[in-house]
């Protein structure tokens, strides 16, 4: 699939690290270091612009090693970037951990996962078909 790009970062393209990988890393794209303190969120450039296909998605998800080394996350994880969005991919990341958390340059700061999706047309109706789970919800089946 070709996806159309505009750079206008200080780095490479994201590129699949493996031949199996399913995300790309993303960039921090700044000028000089953000720290981001104990519980602070805050929004971080990439310096990318992407137009996807109809029907697919780009989802910003967390790097696990960022995560569980330094508990810095994606706050709205998985994040969604519409097909019809134009505007720069940016990362919503909140430090977790108890100690501020310094962002460079060119820092992996989160991964982007690309999606195909369905557009539901919603069905109104008086019952729902019966299955064995029913109603059953968080922890039903017990531990």
């Known amino acids: 699939m070709e996806v159309k790009i505009i750079n206008k970062s200080h780095h490479d393209l994201p590129r699949y690290e493996t031949e199996q990988s399913a995300g790309m890393d993303l960039r921090a794209n700044l000028d000089a270091p953000v720290t981001l303190q104990p519980m602070e969120r ?5 310096g990318l612009f992407i137009a996807l296909p ?25 994040g969604t970037i519409d097909a019809d969005y134009r505007g ?12 501020p958390f310094v962002i460079n340059d ?38």
């Open 88 to 99: 720069e991919v940016c990362v919503i990341l909140i430090n977790l951990s108890q100690e």
């Open 54 to 78: 109809k029907g697919y998605e780009a989802q910003i998800r967390p790097r696990s090693g960022l995560a569980i080394k330094r508990g810095v996350t994606v706050l709205n994880s998985p």
């Open 106 to 143: 060119g820092e992996r700061i989160a991964q982007l996962v690309i999606a195909r999706h369905e557009q539901a047309q919603w069905l109104p109706v008086d019952m729902l078909d019966e299955t064995e789970r029913g109603a059953g919800g968080f922890g039903h089946t017990g531990v």
């Open 42 to 46: 805050r929004l971080v450039p990439t």
